[in-house]
């Protein structure tokens, strides 16, 4: 009988092979086993700090983070994106990240002089965080720095501009991304054809 049965799995699986089954099976099993690599969707619980301010920003037990790795559209993501690359799903990984791999260094040139009716009146002190839309729609955030007669200088550094950030970071989930398409740039107020 135990013979039998020997035989009986030895067709199975030569018929599996045979079939060119292994293949889809294999690959199968590798998408299980995907890492932190360009291209591909991630979905992490995150907290972020620093030392001067503690804890700025965390999604623990709530909704997860998804990127896809390698945009470069996200905002102090970078550094975060090269220390997780190579990763997979349910490591835990804390980094540190100097301002140069975070949002940057303060940049003293940084600063738009804005007539006094662009900003709000009550946010005309310096101190204030304020959101302008500028030409184009373009939504800013900044800080008054300074109010003159009719204008007001704004600092339009990032606010972790100069930090050095904490990320402790869990991967919850990798999946293969999906290709996106692209529309075409078309530059502003042209008569691209």
């Known amino acids: 009988m135990r013979r039998r049965h020997n035989a009986i799995v030895r067709w199975v699986i030569a018929s599996v092979l045979s079939l060119g089954l292994a293949a889809p099976l294999s690959a199968l099993a590798a998408e299980t086993e995907l890492i932190v690599e360009d291209g591909n969707d991630i979905s992490i619980e995150y907290t972020l700090s620093t030392k001067e301010d503690g804890?700025?920003?965390?999604?623990?037990?709530?909704?997860?983070?998804?990127?896809?790795?390698?945009?470069?559209?996200?905002?102090?993501?970078?550094?975060?994106?090269?220390?997780?690359?190579?990763?997979?799903?349910?490591?835990?990984?804390?980094?540190?990240?100097?301002p140069e791999e975070g949002c940057g260094p303060i940049d003293p040139n940084a600063t738009m002089e804005l007539e006094l009716s662009f900003v709000p009146e009550n946010s005309r002190k310096p101190g204030q965080h304020v959101k302008l839309r500028g030409p184009h729609g373009v939504e800013l955030s900044g800080v008054v720095k300074e109010i003159r007669a009719k204008t007001a200088v704004i600092d339009i550094n990032h606010p972790l501009a100069g930090k050095t950030l904490h990320f402790d970071v869990k991967i919850l989930t990798i999946t293969k991304g999906e290709p996106r398409s692209t529309p075409p740039f078309r530059p502003p107020d042209s008569d691209y054809r």
């Open 55 to 98: 804890v700025i920003n965390t999604n623990v037990g709530e909704e997860a983070f998804t990127y896809r790795q390698g945009s470069k559209n996200l905002d102090c993501m970078d550094g975060v994106q090269k220390r997780l690359a190579g990763h997979k799903a349910g490591d835990v990984v804390s980094m540190v990240l100097p």
